[in-house]
Antibody, heavy 117, light 109 residues
């Protein structure tokens, strides 16, 4: 059974940093392209970014609003995906989902990030 | 960046009725790589349709997808009580970002 379990969410002040983790199991993580999707309270889904498998280059792409502030990385030895978020803004407040790449079959339960003073 | 526009914003229907949701892309999608998701309150989304018209595993056949190029649709042939939810389209397969539409809410009339 595929499982994606996010952790690391919480309350952070504007300008602060947070790192989210996603522990993956039930599939060959090292072969998978992985993504982060977020959803602000009461709003729609927003694609944050994705990282390719190392075999496919291991590079990451981002949506414009987070480029230069967020970094997606992976540790295939730990079957773990990361989202490093710096220079956080109020508009980054959202539930962050770890997912496989589109079309998304598998979603984590989400972790809430609140950016507020 | 490809922009997806979903319409209507809200669809008010009764159980047993047919629902047709639209998703229009700002440019033609590579290989019609468009997915549809259903989301209920407090839950993660669930994949319904991929590549415009292929049903995901375990999805009832009352859900169908159609379209090509820039115009796509999700049809629910006969609404069941559990189908009242938010629906999102997403394009993929072209250069990132893999954008979502803003969503259509299907509510009970």
């Amino acid at each position: 059974e595929v499982q994606l379990v996010e952790s690391g969410g919480g309350l952070v002040k504007p300008g602060g940093s947070l790192r989210l983790s996603c522990a993956a199991s039930g599939f060959t993580f090292s072969n998978a392209w992985m993504s982060w999707v977020r959803q602000a309270p009461g709003k729609g889904l927003e694609w944050v970014g994705r990282i390719k498998s190392k075999a496919d280059g291991g590079t990451a792409d981002y949506t414009a609003s987070v480029k230069g502030r967020f970094t997606i990385s992976r540790d295939d030895s730990k079957n773990t995906l990361y989202l490093q978020m710096n220079s956080l803004k109020a508009e980054d407040t959202a539930v962050y989902y770890c997912t496989d790449t589109a079309p998304v079959d598998y979603w984590g339960q989400g972790t809430l990030v609140t950016v507020s003073s | 960046e490809i922009v997806l526009t979903q319409s209507p914003g809200t669809l008010s229907l009764s159980p047993g009725e047919r629902a047709t949701l639209s998703c229009r892309a700002s440019q033609s999608l590579t290989r019609n790589y468009l997915a549809w998701y259903q989301q209920k309150p407090g839950q993660a989304p669930r994949l319904l349709i991929y590549a415009a018209s292929s049903r995901a595993a375990g999805i009832p056949d009352r859900f169908s997808g159609s379209g090509s190029g820039t115009d796509f649709a999700l049809t629910i042939s006969r609404l069941e009580p559990e189908d009242f939810a938010m629906y999102y389209c997403q394009q993929y397969g072209t250069s990132p970002p893999e954008t979502f539409g803003q969503g259509t809410k299907v509510e009970i009339k």
